[in-house]
């Protein structure tokens, strides 16, 4: 999922108020266009899921577990390999 575009602010100078008046038009305008697409990715984020059945959740559950038992004895083979450096 691509990220928010950054655009840094070109420097410019003004001279008449119009031009202030055009500018913050456009800036109104790219701040509802940015809105918009963030809610948009907003919502994506919390679609909720279909229901699923109880083998797919205990086979979900057992996928989530051996995950993060794999995880919890890779940090502490780690933690024992490196013990002097993490001592610092």
């Known amino acids: 999922m691509p990220g928010l575009p950054v655009q840094k602010p070109a420097p ?4 008449t108020l ?16 940015d809105s918009t697409r ?9 679609v909720k899921r279909k229901d ?11 996928t989530n577990s051996i ?11 780690l933690l024992k390999s490196y013990r002097h450096i993490f001592r610092r």
């Not at 119009?18 to 266009?33: A, D």
């Not at 963030?38 to 919390?46: D, H, K, P, V």
């Not at 699923?52 to 057992?62: P, R």
């Not at 038992?69 to 083979?77: G, H, N, S």
């Open 12 to 15: 410019t100078t003004y001279r």
């Open 18 to 33: 119009e031009e202030i008046q055009q500018r913050k038009e456009q800036l109104k305008t790219e701040l509802q266009k």
């Open 38 to 46: 963030f809610s948009t990715l907003w919502g994506q984020m919390f």
């Open 52 to 62: 699923v059945s109880k083998g797919e959740f205990i086979a979900n559950m057992v």
């Open 67 to 77: 995950t993060a038992i794999d995880a919890f004895l890779l940090v502490r083979k």
